[in-house]
Each structure stands twice: as structure tokens, then as C-alpha cells.
């Protein structure tokens, strides 16, 4: 039962994985052919990123055929064989479903410029004012106005994300029929569960324009709302018929609005991503950062182990910068790395590791804005150019939040290329490629790798690591220490988050030391992690 509450789950960003055909894309034959990587971690399941036929606006998020693979990614023969044998390795396949809304591409939206198609309301089209104003005044994710006006229906069309991401109309019965079918498409080929992208804005009630905020104006009309929920449990009535898993990504909630999306008597999704936690360094909108503060991430994360029942655990993914820079620390990249591990594979919850961050890659090393792809970035860029923001800052912001600084490919090897292709990156390989690498991580028993492996199988063998109750008994300025039990069995975590040593009064023996400890009398140098076993 629930076999994801005692499985790791690793996320595959395809396009930076693995090559196999020297054009510099990675593809599923590449996935493949590293199976047995993630098998050596542990994995018992893989969130792919979206693979499906797309133009690529958004890398894969912008979707044109749901029941087709990107041809840049391989054939549908290569994504069934991915589901075979990563079946026979014990690995499930988790898709991403993208339904908030398709690429302009989408067969859907070509016809529903049409007013007189079956497909005219699949999409939000609207009037513009007479004075020539958008239909409201709402804004976007990516920093840019939401609608696009259409010549050919002469009216526009919303998008909470890029122009090419039209978002779908749900007061439309059929557009739920249409996802109904794409479900059970993926569910008879053997997929195992979806990852829901921005799932808790589907829908929207009305199109009103609402009190200007200083970002995302409008959201009070979609975030989170009832419509939202009655299309999340229709949508389980058919995942159940095959025992499917989800993961909602969930944008601005709070514990209870999580609850209320994955509280298993909701019968809506299992889990959610929420951003709290990411959002830590920040004032209100990434763009800003702020100090990173250990003693209101700690906080954060008790409220959200104690609030849920279960979660997603999560320090990486697609969208963020990676981990060690931002909540540990370059200078000490190793054993920063290693506390991250232990943090995200010892507290309550679903941990959800993305690629790379098992050999502690860091940011993208790049130095100017065309060594960038992501669409987010660049609209960004813009956006700050048209409030005169002065190149350097406009230049800091980007290269400290871009997208792309997770995107690069995975680092298989030293080398230009890092093993990752024999052709042309689509993104670049990090110059750091020499010093951070699998290659070289295999053959050394106290690397970053060989920590997240020794970590994921004492999970594995540790009922109190999986399922165990959570329990906080300190969050300070630097120092968190954690309690997991089950029954008889308990475990102490105590994790230093400073440069600086500290020192904490919890004991047990030592399970595990990222300085190679087997006695822990309380002081602790920087950034060591320990697990304790209570005795
Ligand atoms: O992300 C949704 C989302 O909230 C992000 O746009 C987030 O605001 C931003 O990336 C933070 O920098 C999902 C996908 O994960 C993302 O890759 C897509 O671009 C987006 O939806 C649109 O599908
Ligand atoms: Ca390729």
C-alpha cells in the first residue's frame, strides 16, 4: 500500500540528462542506458519532465500532442521500452501532466481560433476594451501581460505563463473528458502516477480584473478554488481505476490549502509540492533575494512536517537554482552537499531528488545573457530592462535565479562535454565539470554520491527513517536536530548549518557522520551532520 511513502523518487529533466545521439539533446535511449545509475541510489521511482511532441517554448511545458514523444526525445517504442525496463529494475515511471494549459500549436487551439469549431471554448478567448485595453488586468508568471490577441478570431486569449501557452477552459465539460482520456492512455501503457504541473490554478472563476498587486494581480480568481478541487477528484475516480500516484505542483499555498489538496479522506491528489520552504530567501517574489536564514527555514519545514499528514520532501528542481549555494555553502561543497542529503532523506515525506544533485552540482557558471535558454529569464530580462534597471543588477538577479542554473547537463564524466554528449550541448556544460563529476565521485567512498547511496538504502532499511513520526527538538540560528520513531526504534538527525562549529546537547550512537565520526559528544564542526541512533 502507498509504495510511494517508502520510495525516493528522482527527477529527470530529459533534455540535460543523457545524449545518445550526439545532437546534444538528451533523449530517452539516454535514460535507458543509465538505469542502473539510479538503481545503484535507490530510486524506486523517476519524474520525468515532460516528453511529449512540443515546440519547446518552455522546454517541454508547452505541449502540442499528449499522446506523442517529442521526436527530439526518441519514438513512442523508446518511452515504452523506458517503462519496461525501468519495471524490471524495480523503477516506476511518473509522468508530468501539463493541463493548465497546451502550446498554441496544440491541434485544439489551431482549431479553436474558429469560432465555429467544437473546439471554440476550449480556451479562455475575451474581448479587448473598446479603447484598445487586454480584456483584464491581470498579470502573468513569467512577468508579462496574460493575453495575446489572436488575428485570425480577432479576440484574446489568456495565458498565465508564455504566449505560447494558452491556458485551457474548464467550464468546458469537454476539456476534462479530453485529460480524462490522456490519463488513461498513459495509465494502460504502465505509467505509474503524474507529477501535475500548476495544478491548483485550473480554474478560474471569472475573468474580472481585481486590485493591482505587485505581482500576479488576478490570482485571487484562481488560486486554490473550488472548481479546482471537483476537477481533482474526478480526475482520481479514473487514476484509481489504476492505482495511479500524484504530485500536485501547488503554487502559493498554505498548510491548510495543502491539506485540502492532499489529505488522503480528500481523495484528490497524494502529495504536494509547495514553495514555503523555497521561498525562505526571498521577498515575496524570487527575484529579490534576501539573506538566507537557517532559523526561519527550520520553522518553515517543522510547520509543514506537523501540518501534513505526508509530503513531497524537495531542495531541488527544473525550476531553482541548485541547493548547496543557496542554503549550504560552496567552500564547504562537500560536506554542506552531505548535509543537504541527509536533511531531504531523513525528514517525514516522499523525498524528491533531481538530477545532479546526488554529486552536488552547483549553478551554471555562465557569463552572458545568450549563454541562456530559458524563456522565463529572458521575458524577465526585459521586464527589468523596461523599468530601467541598470544592466549589472539586472545581470545579478538573473545569473542568482535563472532557471537554467539546474538545467545544465549532468556531469557523467570530466571532460568538455562531461560525458553527457559527443555533440554540441543544447545548454552549456559547467566549467566545474572537472571537479564535479560521477566518474570521479564512483571511485571515492567519502563523495557526495557515495553519501546519498548509503543514505537511501539506510532509509530503506529503516522503518523509523520512512515512516517514523517527526518530532523537532531544536531549531536555532544554525543548529536543527530532528527525532524520527517508530515503535521502539528512534533516531536523533542533527544537522549544523554554519561555516561556524556549534555545539548541541543531543547523544546516541553514531549511524552515520559526514566527518567519518563514531562518537558524537556534541560538538560539531561546520556543516556536519550526524545521525544518532536513541538508545
Ligand atoms: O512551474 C510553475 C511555476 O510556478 C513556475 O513558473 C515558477 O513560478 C517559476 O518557475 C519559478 O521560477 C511549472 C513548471 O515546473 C515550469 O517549468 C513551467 O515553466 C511552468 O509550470 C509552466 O508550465
Ligand atoms: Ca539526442
Given at each position: 500500500m502507498d509504495w510511494w511513502k517508502d520510495a525516493v523518487i528522482y527527477q529527470i529533466y530529459p533534455r540535460s540528462f543523457q545524449d545518445s545521439n550526439g545532437d546534444g539533446i538528451g533523449d530517452i535511449p539516454g535514460i535507458i542506458s543509465r538505469l542502473d545509475h539510479l538503481q545503484e541510489l535507490g530510486v524506486g521511482a523517476i519524474w520525468l519532465s515532460p516528453v511529449y511532441r512540443s515546440p519547446n517554448a518552455d522546454n517541454g511545458y508547452d505541449i502540442s500532442d499528449y499522446r506523442e514523444i517529442n521526436p527530439e526525445y526518441g519514438t513512442m517504442e523508446d518511452m515504452e521500452r523506458l517503462i519496461r525496463e525501468a519495471g524490471d529494475r524495480g523503477i516506476r515511471i511518473i509522468m508530468d501532466l501539463v493541463i493548465n494549459h497546451t502550446s498554441t500549436d496544440h491541434y485544439w487551439f489551431r482549431q479553436s481560433r474558429d469560432k465555429n469549431s467544437p473546439y471554440a471554448d476550449y480556451y479562455y478567448w475575451a474581448h479587448g476594451g473598446a479603447d484598445g485595453s487586454l480584456p483584464n488586468n491581470w498579470t502573468g508568471f513569467f512577468g508579462e501581460d496574460c493575453w495575446e490577441f489572436d488575428p485570425e478570431r480577432c479576440e484574446y486569449y489568456l495565458h498565465l505563463f508564455a504566449k505560447s501557452q494558452a491556458d485551457l477552459n474548464y467550464h468546458n465539460p469537454e476539456v476534462l473528458e479530453e485529460v480524462k482520456d490522456i490519463l488513461r492512455f498513459w495509465l494502460r501503457k504502465g505509467v505509474a502516477g503524474f507529477r501535475c504541473d500548476v495544478i491548483n490554478i485550473l480554474w478560474k472563476d471569472s475573468l474580472a480584473s481585481s486590485r493591482k498587486r505587485l505581482a500576479l494581480t488576478g490570482s485571487e480568481h484562481y488560486l486554490s478554488l473550488e472548481g479546482t478541487h471537483k476537477i481533482l477528484r474526478e480526475l482520481r475516480e479514473v487514476l484509481d481505476e489504476y492505482g495511479a500516484m500524484t504530485v500536485g505542483e501547488t503554487v502559493f499555498v498554505s498548510p491548510q490549502q495543502a491539506r485540502d489538496l492532499c489529505g488522503p479522506e480528500r481523495k484528490e491528489l497524494n502529495m504536494v509540492f509547495s514553495f514555503e520552504h523555497m521561498e525562505c530567501d526571498q521577498y515575496f517574489l524570487k527575484w529579490f533575494k534576501r539573506k538566507f536564514r537557517p532559523r526561519v527555514f527550520f520553522e518553515c519545514l517543522t510547520r509543514w512536517q506537523k501540518e501534513l499528514h505526508w509530503n513531497a520532501v524537495y531542495l531541488e528542481n527544473h525550476d531553482q537554482p541548485r541547493s548547496i549555494p543557496r542554503f549550504g555553502s560552496e567552500k564547504y561543497w562537500k560536506e554542506s552537499g552531505k548535509l543537504l542529503a541527509t536533511l531531504e532523506l531523513t525528514l517525514r515525506g516522499t523525498p524528491f531528488l533531481y538530477q545532479g544533485q546526488e554529486i552536488g552540482m552547483l549553478n551554471f557558471d555562465f557569463t552572458?545573457?545568450?549563454?541562456l535558454n530559458d524563456v522565463e529569464s529572458k521575458n524577465v530580462e526585459k521586464v527589468l530592462r523596461r523599468f530601467h534597471i541598470p544592466q549589472k543588477l539586472r545581470w545579478k538577479i538573473i545569473k542568482r535565479t535563472s532557471r537554467d542554473n539546474a538545467r545544465t547537463p549532468f556531469q557523467w564524466e570530466n571532460g568538455p562535454r562531461g560525458g553527457f554528449t559527443d555533440g554540441r550541448p543544447w545548454l552549456g556544460v559547467n566549467h566545474n565539470c572537472e571537479t564535479i563529476n560521477l566518474a570521479q565521485q564512483e571511485e571515492d567512498p567519502d563523495s557526495i554520491w557515495s553519501w546519498y547511496k548509503a543514505l537511501s538504502a539506510l532509509r530503506r532499511e529503516t522503518g523509523a527513517l520512512r515512516r517514523g513520526s517527526f518530532e523537532q527538538l531544536e531549531a536555532g540560528n544554525q543548529v536543527y536536530a530532528y527525532q524520527r520513531t517508530l515503535g521502539e526504534d528512534a533516531y536523533t538527525v542533527v544537522l549544523n548549518f554554519s561555516n561556524r562549529p556549534a555545539s548541541a546537547a543531543h547523544r546516541g550512537d553514531v549511524v552515520m557522520s559526514n566527518y567519518g565520526r563514531e562518537q558524537f559528544d556534541g560538538q560539531m564542526r561546520p556543516w556536519e551532520a550526524v545521525i544518532l541512533k536513541v538508545k
Open positions: 552572458r545573457m545568450r549563454q
